[in-house]
């Protein structure tokens, strides 16, 4: 992978969908446990306003407010660090030290929030190699057990299968020709 430092922020940042100014609170606490980050940026028709983040409903639940979760979730957005979605990773960097924050909203040309990013989403994601499933188990497949003794599985695994196997029951399966 390039070094993320010199790669656009666009390209390392995870994708969001900005909540709507006139959108409730409500939706706002149930989008935020859903979302891969702690913050939900907040849009005003083509225009970012804010976002809303879990530190924000910690405050109103302090405050003793969220009562009327009805209300419109622009009465709560908070100022939120943004970066364009062309800076650099080393820009990124630069912001979330000066910020003092882990989060930033990346906006496209536009203005529009369109992801968002961490220093997490920085690091080289490596790519878990799948492990195909074994097959037949203890030796039980479609086939039986048959195809032990046909040759097709030579080894101390399969031999060790077979013996278990014989040790349950006894009577071998008839041999198809």
Known sequence: MNDPLI??????????????AEDSLE??????PLVTSSVLPIVQGETYIGAISEYTLQKVL???????????VEKYADSWP????????AEAIRLFAQHNTDTLIVLDANGIPVAVLSP???????????????VGGNGYTIRGLSHFRSGERRGWRARTIQYRCFIANPVPPKRRC
Do not use: C
């Not at 790669?7 to 709507?20: C, D, F, K, S, T």
């Not at 997490?120 to 790519?127: A, G, H, I, P, T």
């Open 62 to 72: 302090e405050e003793g407010g969220g009562q009327n979760r009805s209300e419109a």
């Open 120 to 134: 997490s989403d920085m690091f080289e994601k490596r790519v878990a190699m799948q492990v195909p499933p074994l």
């Open 27 to 32: 939706r706002a606490i149930r989008l935020l």
């Open 7 to 20: 790669l656009p922020v666009g390209l390392l940042a995870r994708p969001i969908e900005p909540l709507n």
């Open 82 to 89: 943004t970066i364009p979605a062309h800076a650099t990773g």
